[in-house]
């Protein structure tokens, strides 16, 4: 089957769009004809070879959309051949102390499509039938595929998290990318205010029609803390959340009214940062990570799906012999939400 692969770490050029074998379906798994699959950052830093030390070859991929195309006989599921789902990219082992206790977001072995199993820039890719949700009939494969990991992640950082509350003033950084989109929708689903940012206007209109109450361009206003609190009667906000990372940490901390959480769940512009410890004495503050997600959480994200409140954001699309061109254009920043694989 054609499929986008690499053999080697290193740029764009590194991937490969060339035949790998098709895969066959194991016990209890399911197999997809993939109709699209979205990129991620974690996309790059698996290509580059940084943190990853998984075996080669491996096909990319992690955010799948197709439909059943076989399901394993002893698959414990009501899935049918020509049902239309995404994948939870999450393999839990079912069987190690946290997955038992019915906490599987700490599955200590857990493995990831389109990381430590070959992912879904390919025709087709099995997984658990577990982890396959069905979508809304009305809902097309190239929207669906650009949910999972960013819908499942700010559903997991806001609601879990955070536990956003109506009442919350919420800054969501970097409304352009896929996560800040699906913090938009979930926070104005929940009845929040929400303020965002982003570096350039068309990317602000572009939050706004998806329901930000207030936009900043950090761009012009380099103190957008100061900015945050013009905008909130001098107190800041309650809630900050967060997939930059260095570039706007403290600006970020220093958005916090007394109390107030930060749940940060990406370092796109750096890892490391200093921070004035001392600002925890004058407003005790609740900084979170992100870590990893649940299976109950994901089925909570779908409910929402399905009640048409939550939708993929598609930035650009792209044909599967252009994944090169689809890291370029990821790298470069200039879009608004998900960059999708049609295959
Ligand atoms: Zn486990």
Redesign the pocket.
Known sequence: MKAVFINEHGGPDKLVHGDRPEPEVAPGEVMLRVRASALNHLDLGLRQGGSYRGSLPRILGCDVAGEIAAVSPDAHTSLKVGDRVILDNRV?????E??RSGL?QY????QRIGVDLDGGHAEYVTAPARNAYKIPDAMGFTEAAALPIVGHTAWHCLVTQAQIRPWDDVLIQAAGSGIGSMGIQIAKMMGARVITTAGSDWKLEKARELGADEAINYREITNFSQTIKDLTDGKGVDLVFDCVGADVWEQSLQCLKPGGRLVITGVTSGARATMDLSILQGRPLHLMGSGGRSQRTFADMMKVVHHGALHGIVGKVFPLEQVDEAHRTMEARDFFGKLVIES
């Open positions: 839990k082992c079912g069987t190690c946290s997955c599987d599955c200590t072995s857990q």
